[in-house]
């Protein structure tokens, strides 16, 4: 922990250490305390080997059950993760245009 806040002090020329009460990481068991998450995964969603992108993806369009109502967010077919949420949302959104294209 001191290493990281020697180089957090060196890089940035901000001296810190005298302001610091304390210090936690967030850990599964974080997760799983305040978050109440199954076995502490962050997003809330358990990915198991079997669950890869890959399977996920080749089942993809097999998840939709209604035309135009589709799932978005971190437990979408990229995984989960924050930053997959935007792809995520990105994807459905042109799948769903494109689904009201072809109704029109």
């Not at 290493?3 to 890089?11: C, F, L, N, R, S």
């Not at 199954?38 to 369009?61: A, C, E, H």
């Not at 979408?76 to 994807?91: K, P, R, T």
């Not at 959104?93 to 109704?103: H, I, M």
């Amino acid at each position: 922990m001191k290493e990281w806040v020697d180089y957090y002090e060196k890089t940035t020329g901000v001296t810190i250490r005298p302001y610091i009460e304390e210090i936690t990481f967030a850990s599964p068991a974080s997760f799983c305390r305040y978050l109440n998450t199954p076995n502490g995964t962050p997003y809330g969603y358990q990915v198991y080997k079997w669950d890869n992108i890959i399977n996920r993806l080749n089942s993809m369009d097999d998840e939709q059950m209604f035309k135009g109502l589709r799932l978005t967010g971190a437990a979408c077919e990229n995984i989960d993760g924050y930053n997959l949420c935007y792809l995520n949302g990105n994807i459905q959104g042109r799948k769903t245009l494109k689904d009201a294209e072809e109704d029109a």
